[in-house]
Nanobody, 126 residues
Framework: VQLQAFGGGLVQAGGSLRLSCAAS????????MGWFRQAPGKEREGVSI????????LNADSVKGRFTISRDNAKNMVYLQMNSLQPDDTAVYFC????????????????????WGQGTLVTVSS
C-alpha cells in the first residue's frame, strides 16, 4: 500500500482544514487507519484512529470534539476533518495503515503501522 497525505496549509486559529490520505495498491477497507502528527522538536503522536471492521473511531484527548476521522471506501481515501484549529495543532500530519487485526490500544503506537504517507504540513497562526 502506498499512502499520500495532502491538504495541509496555513490557517488562522479557529479555522478548519480537511486532510486527505489517498491509497494505491490495495483497498484501505481491510486496514485500521491512523492520523499522527509531529510538531517541531516533539515526538510523533497519535491524533485519530479508525478501526476497519466496526468503523469505530478514537481521538486523542487534545483533539476530541474538534477532529473527525472518516473513510470513503469507494474512493480508497481517509480523511481528517480538523475544526477549531489552534496554534498547538501546528505539525506535520501523517496518515498510516495497519494490516491485520490489532488490539485497539496498540493503534496509538507508531510501530503498529505497516505503511505511512509522506506527511503534510499544517500551520495554525494565532
Amino acid at each position: 500500500v502506498q499512502l499520500q497525505a495532502f491538504g495541509g496549509g496555513l490557517v488562522q486559529a479557529g479555522g478548519s482544514l480537511r486532510l486527505s490520505c489517498a491509497a494505491s495498491g490495495r483497498t484501505l477497507r481491510n486496514y485500521d487507519m491512523g492520523w499522527f502528527r509531529q510538531a517541531p522538536g516533539k515526538e510523533r503522536e497519535g491524533v485519530s484512529i479508525l478501526r476497519n471492521r466496526e468503523s469505530r473511531t478514537l481521538n486523542a484527548d487534545s483533539v476530541k470534539g474538534r477532529f473527525t476521522i472518516s473513510r470513503d471506501n469507494a474512493k480508497n481515501m481517509v480523511y481528517l476533518q480538523m475544526n477549531s484549529l489552534q496554534p498547538d495543532d501546528t505539525a506535520v500530519y501523517f496518515c498510516a495503515a495497519a494490516k491485520g487485526r490489532k488490539i485497539t490500544s496498540t493503534l496509538w503506537t507508531i510501530a503498529t503501522y505497516d505503511y505511512w504517507g509522506q506527511g503534510t504540513l499544517v500551520t495554525v497562526s494565532s
